[in-house]
């Protein structure tokens, strides 16, 4: 897991929306939330600044978290079987990292239990492109294989 404080590296913090799925990989629990739209209603959603971010993940004062990943954009075509998502992953101290294998994970799994048809998501995260596969799925466990893309993208301008 890489870890960075430079404020100027991130772009502004996300609203995200109150929903979350919540699961573990290999024991560390994440959060999946959302970027909420401009047309969601404002009661149903929060920024992601430090603060909101550490409360949330908090064990006993919050959901309890190692971290949260935070999906910025989603898409998926007919044509192409993949799915391509953005994201955004976050310390339970509020921090902004790079990513997190565990928490890519979570992420499919996620993404694998609303679309049943789902084997590849090709994510953008951290400056990086990573690919998952999903391998198995029994009674909820989704077995899932990440491995990081060659081509390093220049900056987390893409990050929304």
């Not at 969601?40 to 920024?47: F, G, L, Q, S």
């Not at 409360?55 to 935070?70: N, Y």
């Not at 799994?109 to 995260?125: E, G, K, N, Q, T």
């Not at 690919?131 to 899932?144: A, L």
Request: net charge negative.
């Amino acid at each position: 897991m890489s870890h960075s404080s430079g404020a100027g590296r991130w772009p502004p913090r996300p609203r995200v929306s109150s929903r979350f799925y919540k699961a573990h990989g290999l024991g560390n629990d994440y959060l999946v939330f959302e970027r909420a739209e401009e047309s969601d209603r404002v009661d149903a959603t929060w920024c992601a600044t430090p603060g909101n971010v550490a409360r949330v993940c908090h064990p006993h004062r919050g959901v309890g978290a190692d971290g949260i990943v935070v999906v910025a954009s989603s898409e998926r075509s007919d044509v192409d079987p993949a799915a391509r998502v953005s994201l955004r992953m976050f310390n339970p101290d509020g921090g902004e990292f790079e990513r997190s294998g565990n928490g890519l994970r979570v992420l499919a799994s996620y993404l694998a239990s609303r679309d049943p048809m789902l084997d590849v998501i090709d994510a953008r995260v951290g400056g990086a492109e990573v690919r998952m596969r999903i391998h198995g799925r029994h009674e909820g466990t989704f077995d899932v294989r990440s491995e990081e893309h060659t081509s390093e993208l220049q900056s987390p301008d893409h990050l929304v």
